[in-house]
């Protein structure tokens, strides 16, 4: 299994956050998603950070090329500054 946590800086992190929510949702009927969670940082107000976990990375990066990414992506995009992805290994 493969946990994936994406940590992004946005800008208007209130407005943001309804739309990264309902693209959790959807997301996590991707194929091979196990689950995906937003988590905000108390003390940085410009940053959301996404938990998923997935069957296999492969899952993760099919689900980027997918249909709740391409819905999505285009609404929460005025609002994205920067993001990096960890992907780890259960052992």
Avoid at 34 to 56: A, C, H, N, T, Y
Avoid at 65 to 81: A, D, E
Wanted: hydrophobic share 35%; proline share 7%.
């Amino acid at each position: 299994m493969t946990t994936v946590i994406t940590d992004n800086r946005v800008r208007d992190r209130e407005a943001y956050l309804p739309l990264a929510k309902a693209f959790a949702e959807d997301a996590a009927h991707d194929p091979g998603c196990r689950g995906m969670k937003v988590l905000i940082d108390p003390e940085q107000g410009d940053r959301v950070v996404f938990v998923s976990e997935w069957d296999k990375k492969e899952d993760f990066l099919a689900h980027v090329h997918g249909p709740s990414f391409r819905k999505h992506i285009p609404g929460m995009g005025p609002y994205y500054v920067s993001g990096t992805d960890t992907f780890l290994e259960t052992v």
